[in-house]
């Protein structure tokens, strides 16, 4: 080859070379390309992702009345919830601190029970329990052992533990405090990949929104909604709608007779954390207002990057409850039985006891539906937590439930029953008369009394219970026997269950099994005293009962359960007939004439524009007081009623502790009445409030109870029911004493 030809070979072969390179270069390139998508695609193929699933707490079904009206309701809460999940490498640390700095900017407080407090100028701790708790002392034992420490450590041994279990040793002292308590609260709780930690509850939408704000420089710290109880009406029925709570320890670990340990909440897909009915219709209808909890599900991949965050399951809201009570009718009651209470006062207790606490209720006479239960005195939910220490140390016990768990001495209340007994066994007719002449002589060392008040002489039926004669019921109450009569008297609705959903007392009548039994025990019982004691709701059961002439209603709250969403009805309750007593030859019409007179003898009722049937009771309480130089005992008022007497609507039972003679609930049975026909007619309206009207003396549109221009002579206070210087031993736990401390279940 020539020079020249060389050169051009030279010169192919570097382009050759050059192109061979490129093209190399080219499937290099590609090669690496094809490896890394692949090796990308594969990589996400083949690596596993993890789901974890957070519950989303369903909103709690409301409470409303039986027009629909809301009574208890959820309000949206947030909550600062901690996801370790969602947190990363970020120090947490350093986050705890961050949002510490936040929720103190806006006064907010945060999720710390431990019992210490921050750091004096000494740089010296202190334990803050109350040393009269016994909660405080159980908390305090169970974190030194929960650290490891013996029962003796101080306050300084204990931070002590927590600074070095957490490696807090940088820290300034105040924020080893926050620190240490956060750090051993989450340790509590269970702080983990699947377990979220709930910071802060409840907490300002400022802090919602600073928190939102820095969520970049804040990974895992959530903004979590949660939904509360709230009541628009927090003195309505407060008692009946009971409350909800946090699952206590002893309901979310149940350990049995043998040892056994179940989780029945946690069985049921309750959370520990997780708010739940504890007390009235909040427990009992539980499952209905719960709903049923969403799921959010979050996709994490084998490095920790989240992949996926969504809702899987919806969550569902609860039933509705709704109520058989008029919430304006209830809080009509309420203030007529304040009314006549302020009345009894001003009128008749100036130096004695005052009267102080009663409970009215009235039943719907047709289906043995609750139209109003009112306790007096009372509370409000929305006050309950602020003022619980308040409330529990009030000697008028306003938590205690006295329309449905007081028991009560009948008094007078009870002769009607007895009536019914003596005409539907035959003993008596209307004719039938017993002698009066105010002493009771069959006994030969026991001569109880009758005040003759209106009457003398030869008394029958109808004479008997207008003017409420002791001899007739002595005498015709120790003809029938105690078990006779009692057994309309559990037909009636008295000292057995009425049927309400929520806790009732269940009252006892006096029995030959009673330790204290002697045969003038059952002419005591008679006119309702002895042992027998009953509850205001039994009142009013009993009163309907006889206004449906001898058939007894299940006794209820709820009318029905309805969808949130639709206001659908999910389930209605149907009456329920509880026992009857077949009504022959007008024997419930003798009764009601004898009561229809009682209201002829009654202020309040006497003149009212309605016919109204009722008795009234005075029972003795076994408290005394002096007059000059005679020892008088206290005593209740009590009354049952019920009317129009042409066309029953309503029955009331009535207790007034020290309210003195029964007929002064007159005024209030014709307020109740009032207001019954006014929210028939549609013209009942709230009373106003203190803060509304500006006028603490403001009267609501209900009349109020006044006192009549001359008060007839037989609204006495001789109308006592008992003799007091009968020789029936009286036990001590029942007797003539009424609750006025709360009783448990019988
Ligand atoms: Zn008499």
Not at 254 to 269: A, F, H, M, S
Not at 388 to 410: I, V
Request: charged letters at 20%.
């Amino acid at each position: 080859m020539n020079p020249n030809e060389h050169k051009t070979v030279n010169r192919r072969m570097a382009l050759l070379i050059a192109l061979s390179t490129v093209v190399i270069a080219l499937y290099v390139l590609r090669l690496v390309f094809l490896q890394l998508i692949n090796d990308e695609y594969f990589r996400a193929q083949a690596t596993s992702t993890t789901d974890y699933k957070f519950t989303v707490t369903a909103a709690r079904g409301d409470i409303v009345d039986a027009a629909g009206r809301r009574i208890a309701s959820t309000t949206t809460g947030y909550n600062v919830v901690l996801s370790k999940l969602l947190m990363g490498e970020k120090d947490l640390n350093e986050t705890l601190q961050q949002v510490v700095e936040i929720l103190k900017a806006n006064g907010e407080s945060w999720n710390d029970t431990l019992l210490i407090s921050e750091p004096d100028a000494a740089g010296q701790y202190h334990f803050t329990n109350d040393p009269e708790s016994e909660s405080d002392q159980n908390t305090l034992a169970s974190t030194k052992e929960a650290l490891g420490l013996q029962q003796y450590a101080t306050a300084q041994d204990v931070m002590g533990k927590l600074v070095e279990d957490y490696e807090l040793g940088d820290w300034p002292l105040y924020w080893q405090r926050v620190l240490g308590g956060l750090h051993y609260q989450m340790q509590q709780e269970d702080y983990s990949n699947l377990n979220n930690f709930t910071l802060a509850e409840g907490v300002s939408d400022a802090t919602v929104a600073t928190i939102k704000e820095h969520s970049l420089e804040l990974p895992g710290v959530e903004i979590v909604q949660t939904s509360a109880r709230s009541y628009e009406m927090g003195t309505v029925l407060p008692h009946v709608l009971g409350r909800v709570g946090k699952i206590t320890a002893e309901k979310w670990k149940v350990i049995d007779e043998n040892g056994q340990v179940t989780y029945p909440l946690r069985e049921k897909g309750y959370n520990m954390n997780d708010v739940i009915g504890i007390s009235g219709l909040e427990s009992v209808y539980e499952d209905q207002l719960r709903g049923k909890d969403g799921v959010k599900t979050i996709t994490r991949d084998a490095d920790g990057v989240i992949v996926d965050t969504r809702l899987t399951t919806l969550p569902q809201p609860g039933y509705t409850v709704q109520l058989t009570v008029d919430s304006l009718f209830q809080q009509a009651v309420d203030q007529a039985l304040a009314n006549n209470i302020d009345w009894i006062n001003e009128r008749y207790n100036k130096d004695s006891a005052k009267a102080a606490a009663g409970a009215v209720v009235v039943l719907n006479v047709k289906d043995g539906s609750v139209a109003a239960a009112s306790n007096y005195p009372n509370f409000d939910q929305n006050l309950y937590a602020a003022q619980y220490g308040e409330y529990s140390k009030d000697p008028g016990l306003p938590l205690f439930n006295r329309a449905l768990q007081g028991l009560y001495t009948p008094g007078s209340t009870f002769k009607p029953a007895v009536a019914v007994a003596a005409l539907d066994t035959g003993l008596v007719n209307q004719h039938s008369t017993v002698y009066c002449n105010g002493v009771y002589n069959y006994y030969k060392d026991y001569h109880p009394r009758c005040t003759r008040h209106g009457h003398s002489g030869n008394i029958d039926l109808f004479t008997a219970i207008k003017w409420s004669c002791n001899i007739y019921f002595y005498d015709v109450g120790r003809r029938l026997g105690s078990d006779v009569y009692n057994a309309y008297a559990y037909k009636l609705g008295m000292g057995v269950k009425t049927g309400v959903e929520v806790g009732e007392a269940l009252g006892r009548m006096t029995t030959k099994n009673d330790p204290n039994y002697i045969e003038s025990l059952d002419v005591q019982a008679a006119i309702g005293q002895g042992n027998t004691v009953v509850t205001p709701v039994q009142l009013a059961t009993y009163a309907a009962t006889l206004a449906n002439k001898g058939v007894r209603y299940r006794t209820h709250f709820v009318k029905a359960i309805l969808d949130t969403n639709t206001g659908e009805v999910i389930s209605r309750t149907a009456p329920e007939v509880m026992d009857i007593i077949e009504d022959h030859d007008g024997l419930f019409d003798q009764v009601e004439k004898g009561m229809v007179g009682v209201s002829d003898t009654v202020a309040g009722l006497m003149d009212y524009p309605y016919t109204i049937a009722c008795k009234t009771g005075t029972p003795q309480r076994s408290e005394t007081f002096l007059v000059g130089n005679t020892r008088k005992h206290y005593t209740n008022t009590m009354m049952v009623a019920y009317g129009p007497v042409e066309d029953p609507q309503i029955a009331i039972g009535i207790v007034i502790e020290y309210g003195g003679g029964g007929a002064r609930a007159g005024n209030l049975v014709a307020d109740i009445f009032d207001a019954y026909f006014a929210l028939q007619n549609g013209t009942l309206t709230l009373p106003q409030t203190e803060a509304e009207s500006g006028d603490p003396a403001a009267q609501p549109q209900v009349p109020v109870a006044s006192a009549p221009a001359a008060v007839p002579a037989q609204e006495m206070e001789s109308e006592v029911d008992a003799s007091p210087e009968g020789s029936v031993p009286q036990p001590e736990d029942t007797a003539q004493e009424d609750a006025s401390s709360p009783q448990p279940e019988g």
